[in-house]
């Protein structure tokens, strides 16, 4: 197995590579007759989107606001039960959750890198 460095090179290797071809696939949508027409159709769709959704959402009323309020709830929820199983964790209990179906869930951790300067 590599060490976390040679990973890391080896990372930064693709990620100039994939940036490369990235660059030339931009280049080549940006000289493409065809694919510029598309572009603008696709913003006069999505203006043409953005007018009826807002018809819409003021036809909902006081269920869009609930709608928008559920969402900030569930987020709030989600950070606080991620809260209680690193707590849980870190206390060596076991952490599982089971919904009504039966049906078990365990917590999945991940490590990300940050730059430090």
Do not use: C, H, W
């Not at 598309?38 to 953005?50: D, G, N, P, S, Y």
């Not at 060596?92 to 917590?107: A, M, R």
């Amino acid at each position: 197995m590599k060490d976390i460095q040679g990973i890391y090179d080896s990372m930064e290797e693709r990620k100039k590579e994939l940036k490369d071809l990235k660059a030339m696939y931009k280049d080549a949508t940006e000289n493409s007759t065809p694919y510029q027409n598309i572009l603008e159709k696709l913003k006069e769709l999505k203006v043409q989107k953005a007018v009826l959704e807002e018809g819409i959402r003021n036809g909902m009323g006081d269920n869009y606001v609930k709608m928008d309020e559920l969402k900030s709830e569930l987020q709030a929820d989600k950070e606080m039960m991620s809260d209680a199983a690193l707590t849980k964790l870190m206390n060596g209990e076991t952490v599982e959750i089971i919904d009504k179906y039966d049906n078990q869930y365990e917590p999945v951790f991940s490590v990300k890198f940050k730059k430090v300067r």
